[in-house]
């Protein structure tokens, strides 16, 4: 009998692979008999790989929070085995929700024409939403595509949660800047329960201690506040309610607006800036007074 290899021992352990029932077989696969796609883009992981990008994305995404894609691979590594099916359950159960699961729209700058958004009525959602995009200089296109969710349909759940994301920042006003993230991420863990979601709040590190002191004094109430008494927003069809007034759909949705956190952070600069002028001028003053 020839004697083990390394060679060997691997088309062993291939074949038993292949021996085993497929449910188990999926489960057991290695990066040797991946499985082919569930959908365009998806890519198959095992266990240790699912687990290898929740803890490397966590911590790429906590050290730079704007790192879109690390963010968006955290949120598809820890969505399973429970939260983004207990996601499409409520999607299910809510009739919009499921028009939305069996039409499955897209957000893009190709379904959502901002120059026609932009001519809409004042203070309508679509509006508000080409305003909203405009000011904070983002486009339509800036989400990831879902690699990394096996089931078709739940990948859809996320990526629709994904493009509707910053639908959410219009109708609140709160910006991309991290407090407004912050602000938002807090809102959407109560709202969906999306693991991402709460892992994200760890950035709040990063925020200077007058930041984070508004932050727990102001905004993270508002959001818990409101994101558990709020319909679920992944069941809003936004692309029928462009025309909406944002007050009436935040209301119908149980949402009051937050206080203007760019408004804040303006009147705060300019009393440092008042204040640096007037400590200037007595110096200045004093210096010329000889004192």
Do not use: C
């Not at 390394?6 to 499985?35: C, D, E, M, Y």
Request: net charge positive.
């Amino acid at each position: 009998m020839l004697p083990p290899t390394p060679a060997r021992s691997a088309q062993q352990l291939f074949r038993r692979l292949l021996a085993l029932p497929p449910p188990l077989r999926q489960r057991t696969f290695s990066i040797l008999n991946r499985p082919p796609p569930n959908y365009s883009g998806h890519v198959p992981l095992t266990i240790t790989e699912r687990a290898g990008l929740a803890v490397g994305s966590a911590f790429g995404s906590l050290s730079n929070p704007y790192r879109h894609d690390l963010i968006a691979a955290l949120g598809e590594a820890t969505s399973k085995p429970y939260f983004i099916t207990r996601l499409r359950h409520a999607m299910l159960k809510d009739p919009t929700g499921r028009r939305i699961l069996s039409d499955k729209p897209r957000i893009s700058s190709q379904t959502m024409k901002l120059e026609d958004l932009r001519k809409m009525p004042e203070n309508s959602v679509g509006r508000a939403y080409a305003a909203w995009l405009d000011r904070e200089g983002v486009t339509p296109d800036t989400r990831d595509q879902v690699r990394y969710i096996d089931d078709p349909e739940e990948a859809y759940v996320m990526q629709r949660y994904r493009e509707t994301h910053d639908f959410t920042h219009a109708i609140t006003g709160l910006p991309v800047i991290i407090e407004g993230e912050l602000a938002i991420k807090a809102f959407e863990f109560a709202n969906t329960v999306l693991p991402m979601t709460a892992l994200s709040l760890f950035a709040i590190v990063r925020l200077k201690s007058e930041e984070r002191k508004r932050f727990f004094e102001v905004y993270a109430p508002w959001a818990v506040a409101n994101g558990l008494k709020a319909e679920e927003v992944v069941n809003v069809y936004w692309e029928e309610e462009l025309e909406t007034d944002v007050d009436v759909l935040r209301t119908r949705l149980g949402i009051s607006k937050p206080p203007d956190l760019r408004e804040i952070r303006k009147v705060l600069r300019e009393e440092r800036r008042a204040e640096r002028e007037a400590r200037r001028a007595r110096e200045d003053l004093g210096a010329a007074g000889g004192v």
